[in-house]
């Protein structure tokens, strides 16, 4: 209480120091980040447990998804958590300029990404592969002898929406902090000593990146070699 | 560290007093105040539950529908099952207790985080208020359970909001556990190790990592009951090859440990009720702190003994009941423990001391049921049938509920500042104690002679135990009333609490009731083990 | 702790080691090795992920405790899928429920 004047701007009023606020800070993140695993730990086990009911079903879907823009979605991602990591660098050192300038190459980078998404779901809906009463996909004869029905296809896209679309709702949030991060470098409000915020940003906009690290082969390249 | 209680002057400022006006609480970042607001809003829903459990015994006082309809009946069950699970018992130890002790038990002058324990509480109450919208809507009649392809397709109810209700419900539980977890990491006070902590704040440690670790998880797989009924993403739809099976697997791999959620705080709080009434140290601290964990990590292995009847393979169905026969070793293990902490220890029969040892035979009684419906070859027999309601009201109701009471007796003094009528907190202890196993006893029987569960009618037959049942569900209603009187009354009425009204040990009876803001005058230095009695005494001699 | 400043070196030579893994997950994925394609591509997968949070998340210079943390989540996800699993890939091994 008595140093309560004293204190060092930006230091909570319940931490010793920056050094516990930070750990404290970065624990909490860490723990977050645990339990975003398990959220979409529960769709990724919808994902092992039909495919391993149907793999060719899964394949047939896998095809209809463009490899070319996939892989050049996981460029983009990999592309934005370098620049990610180098804002981290650049708070660490206390260089406010370019805390905001990395921060904004990576906003761009995500637009990018979800750009090339938007495209890519425009695809799929006008070829009727939007789970629900438009669903179509025609299921060749020897498919159905291999024990493929429609519907197991229209179940890959089930998962294909729900787990990119959360994917991009990750980093639409994502996107709409770090913007609000901009401001607050421009105006000042890291240190080198206080930059929680954007290393913590940093932790949630890598997990996003390895979220998609794993969705680009389970959905774009298992399956491929059928 | 001095065990001195510090004299309480008249109008000294605490927690309480320090500011005025509803604007003041609904800003708060004080832990002790958002533990009150929890308080109140728990208190709150746990009326509205018990007025739905009370119309459902009513319903059942006699064997024909006459009261209710069927489909009333649904969703009145359901509206219990939902409101007593996610808006009552889950947050009721940790938000309240919890939240109130945790941070002075290690000697900090907050949580870690006391903005987003604001926004917790925010965040229940939205979800809370969704559902309680839902049910003025008419409620949903799924059961708290959802399962599908009923929630998903077929039911014509307020489904989507109920759960979303409760998906929102969830976060604010998971910022309490995240909040917990890194303030007990790293907001100890010098001295205050791991295994000096008392039993209280490891119980909410594991406690906290199954609410981390688990609730994402039911979150996600009522979001796809939403989505597959609203988007026609659907995930669990045997129309597109989807298996219902696996949102009971989502379901059950969270709401398993679920029960643990509820159970562990009320076994902390029972360390500590057990300790301060034998005035004795806890019989074998260590075993006490890693059975907690060992519920924790344990508590995530056995969700298949909810899915025996569900066309689980049997292959997995006998893993998941030898797993589960596994969780009933560190739960004996406590017990023991708090036996034989009795044993020659100079016990005084205070109130909270009646509810605790009320909550050790209840609790038994729950876990062992537990245990014959964990084989596999029995529960088939007695799978939704009363025998189960009854198990798990043993547990919740005569474990949970009744160590959220012992707690909230305990430390009353602490929160207020005032003493509550002796008398009167002994009957109403007493009255609990025989209303509750009036009214589950007999659910037990009658689930065993074959009455199924989550029906408004039954056969003649069942008829007297469903009687004494409702009878005993109106001595536990008067003896869950009390309380509720006599707290209100003491806050203005009742005697001046001192520090430390029962000489208990401990960092939270080191400071004034109720505590000033930031708990500590000065940072405070441990050195001594938790519940040491020993020392105590000899310093009071001194 | 005092904080650990990860050199920008380290975070380009990560940068273009993602890069190529990216570009061999998408030609092998081409290749027919049949059920091995599966691990093939999962092991890049992992390979990428652990290169991220080793570096860009610093885990490799961070504290034992966020090492727990990191291993604890992906541990019980392995109980979930994993326990999930023990029920589909049994089911119809043992008789009787099964026709
Ligand atoms: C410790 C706290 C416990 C709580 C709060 C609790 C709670 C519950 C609840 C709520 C249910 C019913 C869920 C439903 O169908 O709506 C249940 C069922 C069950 N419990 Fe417990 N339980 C606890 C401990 C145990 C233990 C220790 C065991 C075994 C060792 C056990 C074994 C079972 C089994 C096998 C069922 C499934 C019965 C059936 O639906 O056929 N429980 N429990
Ligand atoms: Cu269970």
Redesign the pocket.
């Known amino acids: 209480m008595q140093a309560e004047s004293s204190r060092a701007w930006g230091l909570a009023h319940h931490f010793d120091n920056f050094e516990q606020q930070r750990e404290a800070s970065y624990l909490g993140m860490w723990v977050f980040l645990v339990t975003e695993i398990m959220f979409f730990g529960g769709l990724f086990t919808a994902y092992v447990v039909y495919r391993s009911a149907n793999a060719r079903a899964f394949a047939l879907g896998s095809k209809e998804l463009d490899i070319t823009l996939g892989a050049f979605n996981t460029a983009v991602l990999i592309g934005s958590s370098l620049t990610m990591a180098l804002a981290v660098w650049a708070a660490q050192q206390g260089k406010r300029k370019q805390i905001a300038l990395f921060l904004v190459l990576t906003i761009l980078l995500g637009g990018v990404f979800l750009g090339v998404k938007v495209v890519e779901y425009r695809a799929k809906i006008d070829h009727h592969l939007l789970p629900g009463p438009d669903f179509h996909f025609p299921v060749t004869e020897v498919d159905e002898i291999l024990g493929v029905q429609e519907g197991n296809v229209e179940m890959f896209f089930n998962l294909y929406f729900a787990m990119t679309g959360l994917h991009a709702l990750h980093m639409i949030i994502g996107i709409g902090v770090l913007l609000v991060m901009v401001v607050l470098a421009l105006r000042g409000s890291f240190s080198r000593k206080n930059h929680n915020l954007v290393e913590c940003m940093g932790l949630y906009w890598h997990f996003v990146d390895i979220v998609w690290i794993f969705l680009f082969p389970l959905l774009y390249l298992l399956g491929r070699n059928i | 560290m001095s065990a001195e209680a510090t004299t309480n002057l008249p109008r000294r400022v605490n927690y309480l007093n320090v500011d005025h006006g509803v604007k003041s609480w609904l800003l708060t970042k004080d832990h002790k105040r958002i533990a009150i607001l929890y308080l109140v809003s728990i208190s709150f829903f746990f009326a509205i539950g018990g007025l739905m459990a009370s119309l459902i015994r009513l319903e059942l006082a006699t064997p024909a529908g006459d009261l209710v309809q069927a489909d009333v009946y649904n969703r009145l069950f359901t509206a219990h099952?939902v409101i007593m699970i996610f808006l009552f018992l889950i947050p009721s130890i940790p938000a309240v207790l919890g939240n109130f002790l945790i941070p002075i038990m290690i000697g900090a002058k907050d949580l870690a985080f006391p903005k987003l324990n604001l926004a917790s509480w925010y965040v229940y109450n939205l979800g809370a208020a969704l559902m309680m919208w839902a049910l003025l809507r008419g409620g949903a009649d799924t059961?708290?359970?959802f399962y599908t392809p009923y929630s998903s397709m077929y039911a014509n109810s307020e489904v989507i909001l109920t759960a979303l209700g409760a998906f929102i419900v969830g976060f604010s539980s998971i910022m309490t556990g995240l909040n917990f977890i890194v303030t007990i990491h790293r907001m100890r006070a010098p001295g205050l190790t791991w295994f000096r902590l008392p039993l209280f704040v490891w119980a909410h440690y594991a406690t906290s990592l199954i609410q981390v670790l688990g609730t994402p998880v039911v979150a996600i797989a009522i979001l796809l009951v939403a989505a597959e009924r609203l988007l026609h993403i659907g995930i669990f739809d045997p129309a597109v090859g989807g298996d219902p099976v696996l949102f009971q697997h989502l379901f059950w791999f969270y709401s398993h440990p679920a029960?643990?959620i509820?159970?562990l705080p009320s076994m902390g709080v029972m360390s500590e009720l057990v300790t301060a009434f034998s005035r004795k140290r806890i019989f074998g601290y260590r075993f006490v702190a890693f059975s907690s964990l060992a519920i924790a990590v344990l508590g995530f292995l056995v969700w298949g003994?909810?899915l025996?009847v569900s066309s689980q393979s049997i292959l997995a169905g006998v893993i998941f009941s030898v797993l589960?026969?596994l969780?009933?070793v560190p739960?004996a293990v406590k017990v023991f423990n708090w036996t034989a902490t009795l044993y020659k220890g100079s016990i005084s029969w205070e109130t909270p001391m009646l509810y605790a040892i009320g909550y050790v035979g209840l609790f038994v009684i729950?876990?062992l049921t537990?245990?014959m419906?964990?084989t596999l070859g029995f529960?088939i027999h007695?799978?939704?049938t009363y025998f189960?309601v009854a198990?798990?009201h043993y547990?919740?109701v005569g474990?949970?509920v009744m160590g959220y009471l012992g707690g909230l007796h305990f430390w009353w003094p602490k929160i207020t500042g005032r003493l509550y009528p002796a008398f009167w907190s002994k009957i109403s202890a007493l009255l609990i104690f025989v209303g509750f196993n009036l009214t589950f006893f007999p659910q037990f029987v009658v689930g065993y002679l074959g009455m199924p569960r989550r029906y408004h009618a039954y056969p003649e037959e069942f008829q007297v135990l469903n009687v004494l049942s409702s009878a005993g569900a109106t001595v536990l209603a008067v003896g869950y009333i009390l309380p509720t009187i006599y707290f209100i009354w003491s806050m203005r009425y009742g005697e001046r609490a001192g520090a430390n009204p029962w000489g208990a040990y401990g960092l939270e009876w080191q400071i004034p009731s109720p505590p000033p803001t930031h708990n500590f005058e000065e940072k405070p230095v441990v050195t001594t083990e938790a519940y040491d009695y020993y020392t105590l005494k000899e310093k009071r001699v001194a | 702790m005092t904080e650990h400043i990860t050199s920008v070196r380290t975070y380009l030579l990560v940068f273009i080691a993602l890069m190529i893994l990216t570009a061999v997950t998408v030609l092998v994925a081409f290749q027919d090795f049949g059920a091995w394609n599966d691990v093939v591509a999962l092991t890049i997968a992992v390979i990428k992920a652990s290169l991220v949070v080793l570096f860009f998340m610093h885990i490799y210079h961070s504290t034992r405790l966020s090492k727990l943390v990191v291993v604890s989540g992906l541990v019980w996800l392995v109980i979930l899928i994993g326990l999930t699993l023990s029920d589909y890939l049994s089911r119809g091994l043992v008789g009787l429920a099964s026709s």
């Open positions: 099952g059961g708290w359970t029960v643990y509820m159970i003994h909810h025996f589960t026969m969780v009933a739960s729950g876990g537990g245990t419906l964990a529960d007695v799978h939704d189960v198990h798990f547990i919740m474990g949970a």
